[in-house]
């Protein structure tokens, strides 16, 4: 066993020749960094779960990722379940406790707002604090805030001419590394006015993001975009 500060009491393999446990000590504990992949499950435990007292350490802790690999696509419940009964064998000396977590996807982005110009600022504050939990980069959140700006203002314009009563809609979910956005309104599409230095949103949108559609419709217009987060876990 190795301590940081006490002496270790298990000898099986750290002895000196006369059989005294010699004190094995850390200086610096060693330090790492992993981005979980969305449904990646993480384990962490005591070591009563794969301590055995004529098994290497090792032996134990492979023990336990056989199991994992063994459990099939099952519920955190019915994890914790199979790996009590499958790696505890009464043979442990110490009290064994686990804690499982399972990266999951965010739950989708949905809001509906009044089509006022004035309301973009709160719903794209709400957007960055939703991207911000899907591990996506800052220049990626800055993308996807700018894409879906000039969708909703967009859809605020020229799908709905500035009118209260008429609603747009945004919604955003993530499936494995894929951001899928969808903007809808329920107005009705006014072609852009011919002023210089505008008429740039769909361009914008098409660069920013992987993919663009926009799809009219005698209900109202849907702007459907996509973007691969290469830094999402």
């Not at 604090?129 to 894409?147: I, K, M, N, P, Q």
């Amino acid at each position: 066993m190795v301590s940081s500060d006490e002496p270790a009491h298990d000898c099986s393999e750290r002895c000196a020749a006369d059989g005294e446990p010699q004190q094995h000590r850390v200086r610096e504990r060693p330090e790492a960094t992993v981005q979980l992949e969305r449904g990646a499950t993480l384990l962490l435990y005591t070591d009563g779960l794969v301590e055995r007292r004529r098994d290497h350490f090792d032996t134990g802790i492979a023990r336990t990722v056989e199991a994992l690999r063994g459990a099939g696509p099952v519920s955190e419940d019915e994890l914790a379940e199979h790996l009590l009964r499958t790696v505890l064998s009464g043979e442990q000396q110490d009290d064994a406790a686990l804690l499982l977590y399972r990266h999951r996807n965010p739950a989708p982005f949905l809001r509906t707002i009044p089509a006022e110009a004035f309301r973009l600022a709160d719903l794209r504050r709400e957007l960055r604090g939703w991207l911000d939990g899907t591990g996506a980069s800052a220049d990626e959140v800055d993308a996807v805030l700018v894409a879906v700006g000039e969708a909703c203002a967009n859809a605020i314009e020229h799908g709905c001419d500035f009118a209260p009563q008429c609603r747009v809609e945004l919604e955003a979910t993530l499936v494995a590394s894929t951001l899928a956005v969808t903007v809808r309104d329920d107005g009705r599409w006014i072609p852009p006015r011919d002023t210089p230095g505008r008429g740039r949103g769909r361009a914008l949108m098409e660069r920013l993001m992987n993919e663009t559609r926009i799809e009219p419709g005698s209900d109202g217009t849907v702007v459907r975009m996509w973007k691969d987060l290469g830094h999402a876990g």
